[in-house]
């Protein structure tokens, strides 16, 4: 997984800067007039998924490894691309920002709560700080977001220039990230079964038409609230699973799950952009 660390960083930072630079005044306008679909869609992000999960977990009775990383997958919410994802699969290019800002910030309450729950529900002694998630979100998207939102504060000219180029530049980072990651994670895969994928594929396909009858009528808003709501982030679930120095095991589930919502995902957008093409948009 060396070459996945090495490209994660620059990739990920890239994207978020590119998204940071079409951040204003707007966004915050979006957000207002959107602000009961922007409640509810957190809402559907944050609690819905989670409580599936458990209960699946208990049904099926998914002890160890596998229960540990879907039980993390589920309650990390506000994936680093997601909102990339949302755009491109016709989001709203002012709602989807701010509702992915709105997810991210919440996630910084959300994820050491639900750890408790966690811990409370099967004695599991999870333990997570504030600091911990609060540093990783921040790193990870905030501050790419931030800087790209400066630059279109105080150069609005120069950030309309440099948005486009660097989105084709993450776009493409992407495309070599995701085959690098393909390459190392099929043994990783392997060695734990497709159980993790195929339910990170069940729980995205839920997750998206969670998300989209939580954005009610509003067309524009639904592929970003889809999107947001299926996505979640590896990178919270590490974190989680490193604190608490869980076995190698729970985070190879937790890349098998990721790839299981990749696909879906993917899947959903390359419908989505078939409808927009359709429609000669």
């Given at each position: 997984?060396?070459?996945?660390?090495?490209?994660?960083?620059?990739?990920?930072?890239t994207?978020?800067?590119?998204?940071?630079?079409?951040?204003?005044?707007?966004?915050?306008?979006?957000?207002?007039?959107?602000?009961?679909?922007?409640?509810?869609?957190?809402?559907a992000?944050?609690?819905?998924?989670?409580?599936?999960?458990?209960?699946?977990?208990?049904?099926?009775?998914?002890?160890?490894?596998?229960?540990?990383?879907?039980?993390?997958?589920?309650?990390?919410?506000?994936?680093?691309?997601?909102?990339?994802?949302?755009?491109?699969?016709?989001?709203?290019r002012?709602?989807?920002?701010?509702?992915?800002?709105?997810?991210?910030?919440?996630?910084?309450?959300?994820?050491?709560?639900?750890?408790?729950?966690?811990?409370?529900?099967?004695?599991?002694?999870?333990?997570v700080?504030?600091?911990?998630?609060?540093?990783?979100?921040?790193?990870?998207?905030?501050?790419?977001?931030?800087?790209?939102?400066?630059?279109?504060?105080?150069?609005?000219?120069?950030?309309?220039?440099?948005?486009?180029?660097?989105?084709?530049?993450?776009?493409?980072?992407?495309?070599?990230f995701?085959?690098?990651?393909?390459?190392?994670?099929?043994?990783?895969?392997?060695?734990?079964?497709?159980?993790?994928?195929?339910?990170?594929?069940?729980?995205?396909?839920?997750?998206?038409?969670?998300?989209?009858?939580?954005?009610?009528?509003?067309?524009?808003?639904?592929?970003?609230?889809?999107?947001?709501?299926?996505?979640?982030?590896?990178?919270?679930?590490?974190?989680?699973?490193?604190?608490?120095?869980?076995?190698p095991?729970?985070?190879?589930?937790?890349?098998?799950?990721?790839?299981?919502?990749?696909?879906?995902?993917?899947?959903?957008?390359?419908?989505?952009?078939?409808?927009?093409?359709?429609?000669?948009?």
């Amino acid at each position: 997984m060396q070459w996945v660390g090495l490209i994660a960083l620059p990739t990920l930072f890239t994207v978020m800067f590119a998204i940071g630079l079409m951040l204003g005044p707007a966004q915050v306008a979006a957000a207002m007039q959107r602000r009961t679909i922007l409640l509810a869609v957190l809402f559907a992000a944050v609690v819905p998924l989670p409580v599936v999960t458990v209960v699946a977990v208990e049904i099926f009775n998914l002890r160890g490894p596998i229960g540990v990383g879907l039980l993390l997958m589920a309650i990390s919410p506000g994936a680093p691309f997601a909102l990339r994802r949302a755009i491109d699969a016709g989001g709203h290019r002012d709602f989807a920002p701010a509702l992915h800002i709105a997810i991210v910030a919440l996630a910084v309450v959300t994820v050491p709560l639900s750890v408790a729950i966690l811990d409370a529900l099967f004695s599991a002694n999870f333990q997570v700080t504030y600091l911990q998630i609060g540093k990783q979100v921040f790193f990870s998207q905030l501050l790419p977001l931030l800087l790209g939102a400066l630059i279109r504060y105080l150069k609005p000219d120069l950030a309309t220039r440099l948005e486009p180029r660097a989105a084709r530049l993450g776009n493409r980072l992407v495309a070599v990230f995701t085959v690098i990651l393909l390459i190392d994670i099929v043994p990783i895969v392997a060695s734990i079964g497709y159980v993790p994928t195929l339910v990170g594929a069940g729980m995205a396909t839920f997750a998206l038409a969670i998300g989209g009858l939580f954005a009610g009528d509003d067309a524009e808003a639904r592929p970003a609230a889809a999107i947001a709501v299926a996505m979640r982030n590896p990178g919270l679930a590490l974190v989680i699973a490193e604190a608490n120095r869980a076995p190698p095991a729970v985070s190879a589930v937790i890349l098998g799950y990721t790839v299981g919502v990749a696909l879906v995902v993917s899947g959903f957008l390359w419908w989505k952009r078939r409808q927009m093409r359709a429609m000669g948009l």
